[in-house]
């Protein structure tokens, strides 16, 4: 059975720090890149971050704002995010995806596998 199970999150004052972690199993993770995204409430998703052991690149979106880190840890089959600095416009579900992404790594429809979301919560 394919799992991807987020964990980490929690409710964190302005300027603070959460690392979220995404534990994968089921599935052969190397092969796999592995995103972050997260959904605030009346928004839409948008990616955050993603890792790929293929090309051994990684990717921030804009709002990482050289604030988040990437990084993964095959051994474990886990993908962590550490968020520094965070602001209350971090607040939303972060949710871990795994997929191919073919030309855009922010498309969620190249991602076959997604999370459960643990929730992030920065009060200001």
């Known amino acids: 059975e394919v799992q991807l199970v987020e964990s980490g999150g929690g409710l964190v004052q302005a300027g603070g720090s959460l690392r979220l972690s995404c534990a994968a199993s089921g599935f052969t993770f190397d092969d796999y890149t592995i995103a972050w995204f997260r959904q605030a409430p009346g928004k839409e998703r948008e990616g955050v971050s993603c890792?790929?052991?293929?090309?051994?690149?990684?990717y921030y979106a804009a709002s990482a704002g050289g604030r988040f880190t990437i990084s993964s840890d095959y051994a474990k089959n886990t993908v962590y995010l550490q968020m520094n600095s965070l602001k209350p416009e971090d607040t939303a579900v972060y949710y871990c995806a795994a997929g191919h992404p073919k030309f855009d790594v922010w498309f969620a429809y190249d991602y076959n596998y997604w999370g459960q979301g643990t929730q992030v919560t920065v009060s200001p």
């Open positions: 890792i790929s052991r293929s090309d051994s690149m990684t």
